[in-house]
Each structure stands twice: as structure tokens, then as C-alpha cells.
């Protein structure tokens, strides 16, 4: 696959900035993500944030919009919503990915420091609450318990899965701690040697039962560890519960 150049991508967002500027329905626009704090490479999307006038009038623009990309030749979209908002993800040839979000002017509003205001007004920002380090707990405990049944039963690709998952919330516990990003693993590679060195071992390398054991025992060591800093006391009555979900019962199979 040929890969989008930086050349390409500049000029077509400049485009799409032009289009919404001609569209009097559309009162406000911001760059988004990457680009909007310093932080653009080489692989970076387009990410760009439209308020619309009328509520009423979001789903004609869109239409407008999703016209004007698929004459620039995108293969596909998928549409994510999250409150008031539309996230419509435009999929291009050569690996480009332009993420377009629509909401009406009265919900206009920067979530985070990554919004930087190209034309019109936005409201004041409204950062999204970090998770709730015991919610996170909850389902890395509810994924490892599955993750054992799924060992048992000898469904291993099903408990491979089970088991990234648990290192998954596992990670996202220790960005919550750290005050790290936490969604869609944006701040995954950010913790420190003595957080990731441990869970890069229980990576799954093949899928046997024995090999699953394995890593699903060093997940959960990680796993007790983040809960206790998290909540000493509730680590203190969960932790030998935690750890031994990876005992295999007698007469289990090896």
C-alpha cells in the first residue's frame, strides 16, 4: 500500500476548512487531536470539530460533508457518537483517516486541550471525568474470571483475549494513578519501566493451556498491585481472591 503523504493531508484538510467556510449552516471550526497541540508526525489523522447552527441542520451537513469526501475518493465511513456529537471517521486509500465531529453551536466545546479554534465561538471547556479506578477494577476482575473458565475449557483463543483484556484495564489503572491518558490506550506507552516491564512478559505467545496460565499469572500480579495502590483497604480483601484465579484446580489440565 502506498502511503499518504504529509503534502496530501495538509491540502485536504485546508480543503475541508474551505468547504466548511463556504457552508453558512457551519459557525465554528476547530482542529482537533494531534495537530491542535503540537503533537502532529508523519501518521497523524485529520481531526476537525464543526458547530452547526441549528441542531436541525446537523444532519444535512453531514450529508454535505460526506459528499464532499467521498468525491476525494474515501472507501468507507463509520460514525461513533458521544453525546450530542457525531464523529463521522472518513477511511481513505494509502491509509489516510479523517475524523470529522458535528454538534450544534450551543454544544460547541473543547473536552480536553487538544482543540484549537479556527473560526467562531466555542463554549468554555468541559474536560471528561477521568474512570473511576474501581469501575476499571471491576471489569479487569470480571475479564480475568473468564479468562480462567476459558483456560478450563480449552477456548483458547477466546481466553487469549480474556487475558489482554485484564492487562488492558490493568494498564488503564496505572494511567488513572499516574495521570495519564486512559482511553483507547493513548497513554499505554507512557508509565514507567517498573509499570510495562512486568505485563510485557505476560504477553501470550502461543495458544496453550500452559502458556496461558503463564501470562494470565503475571497479569494478575500486576493486576493485585494496581488495585492495592488504588484502594489499599479494598486491595488488602480482594488481593488472595485476585491472585488465585490463577491456580488451576486439581486434576486441571497442565
Excluded at 482542529?31 to 441542531?55: K, N, P
Excluded at 472518513?90 to 483517516?97: A, E, K, N, V
Excluded at 471547556?125 to 474512570?131: I, S
Excluded at 473458565?149 to 480474556?162: N, P, V
Aim: hydrophobic share 45%; charged share 20%.
Amino acid at each position: 500500500m502506498t502511503c499518504f503523504t504529509v503534502e496530501r493531508r495538509a491540502q485536504l484538510k485546508a480543503r475541508l476548512l474551505e468547504f466548511a467556510g463556504q457552508d453558512p449552516r457551519v459557525s465554528a471550526a476547530a482542529v482537533t487531536g494531534s495537530a491542535a497541540s503540537g503533537r502532529e508526525d508523519r501518521w497523524s489523522d485529520i481531526d476537525l470539530a464543526f458547530g452547526v447552527a441549528e441542531v436541525a441542520q446537523v444532519e444535512a451537513v453531514l450529508s454535505g460533508f460526506s459528499n464532499f469526501m467521498y468525491a476525494e475518493g474515501v472507501l468507507h465511513h463509520h460514525d461513533v457518537r458521544a453525546g450530542a456529537w457525531i464523529y463521522r471517521v472518513f477511511f481513505l486509500p494509502s491509509g489516510l483517516q479523517v475524523d470529522l465531529a458535528f454538534v450544534e453551536q450551543a454544544e460547541f466545546r473543547p473536552y480536553g486541550p487538544s482543540f484549537r479554534i479556527v473560526y467562531g465561538d466555542a463554549k468554555s471547556v468541559q474536560p471528561f471525568p477521568a474512570p473511576n479506578p474501581i469501575d476499571l477494577i471491576g471489569w479487569a476482575w470480571l475479564h480475568a474470571l473468564h479468562a480462567r473458565s476459558c483456560i478450563l475449557r480449552e477456548k483458547f483463543w477466546q481466553a487469549e483475549y480474556m487475558v489482554s483484556a485484564v492487562r488492558d484495564y490493568t494498564l488503564a489503572l496505572a494511567c488513572v494513578r499516574l495521570g495519564l491518558p486512559s482511553d483507547h490506550g493513548r497513554g499505554m506507552d507512557l508509565p514507567p519501566e517498573p509499570v510495562t516491564q512486568p505485563l510485557r512478559e505476560s504477553l501470550v505467545r502461543d495458544l496453550g493451556a500452559s502458556e496461558l496460565w503463564r501470562a494470565f499469572g503475571i497479569v494478575l500480579e500486576s493486576l493485585t498491585s494496581e488495585v492495592n495502590q488504588a484502594d489499599p483497604s479494598f486491595g488488602l480483601r480482594v488481593s488472595n481472591e485476585l491472585i488465585g484465579l490463577c491456580s488451576k484446580p486439581r486434576g486441571g489440565q497442565e
